[in-house]
């Protein structure tokens, strides 16, 4: 079962429309999530049921997709989203992660 | 306010055998799912194993099954991970994660994590 994210970095500019793809293996209905994890911090959930913004998530980041292609979106890229960005499939065990994508400030 | 604690983390020879532990407060621990995630610095996160509110449904990943085993005790709201015939392999940081509901979903909430070395 893999998750494949793409690209694996990225670099933008602030203000940017930054879309992350991340592509399961095989159907997983919505039972997706993405971290965010900044340098030298945990992991934190942005959005679960690939779409569901977690509470206290700007309302700039968004997810969408169902079945084996999900996008996490950052409307106007800041320089606080300077993170690696991971999707995670939960549908059933094993409860794989995407590779990363690095998102870095052109 | 969510809190996990994990301790346990150590230098071990390969081989050889550790527990981890995440102790947790701020939340009714047997409401939750609870999950190993682990991550070797500077690289990508690897889920290794979860457990159901009870504990009476566990699951691991290929890597580490039949090697680690997860458990719960409620009454401590304590996870534990005892991990047996480590390799250099496992070698990472552990972080014990909170689900965002009593069966296997996303994790809302991470400990700092404790390192895990395996070396001769």
């Known amino acids: 079962i893999q998750m494949t994210q793409s690209p694996s970095s990225l670099s933008a500019s602030v203000g940017d429309r930054v879309t992350i793809t991340c592509r399961a293996s095989h159907g997983i209905s919505n039972y997706l999530v993405w971290y965010q994890q900044k340098p030298g911090k945990v992991p934190k959930l942005l959005i679960y049921?690939?779409?569901t913004l977690q509470s206290g998530v700007p309302s700039r980041f968004s997810g969408s997709g169902s079945g084996t292609d999900f996008t996490l979106t950052i409307s106007s890229l800041q320089p606080e989203d300077v993170a690696t960005y991971y999707c995670?499939?939960?549908?059933?065990?094993?409860?794989?992660f995407g590779g990363g994508t690095k998102v870095e400030i052109k | 306010e969510v809190r996990l604690v994990e301790s346990g983390g150590g230098l071990v020879h390969p081989g050889g055998s550790q527990r981890l532990s995440c102790a947790v407060s701020?939340?009714?621990?047997?409401?939750?799912?609870m999950t190993w995630v682990r991550q070797v610095p500077g690289k990508g996160l690897e889920w290794v194993s979860s457990i159901t509110g009870s504990g009476s449904s566990t699951f691991y990943a290929d890597s580490v099954d039949g090697r680690f085993t997860i458990s719960r005790d409620n009454s401590k709201n304590t996870l534990y991970l005892q991990m047996n015939s480590l390799r250099a392999e496992d070698t990472a940081i552990y972080y014990c994660a909170k689900d965002l509901t009593y069966v296997l979903t996303g994790f809302d909430s991470w400990g700092q994590g404790t390192l895990v070395t395996v070396s001769s």
């Open positions: 701020g939340f009714t621990f047997s409401d939750y799912a």
């Open positions: 049921a690939a779409s």
């Open positions: 995670q499939k939960y549908d059933s065990a094993p409860l794989t």
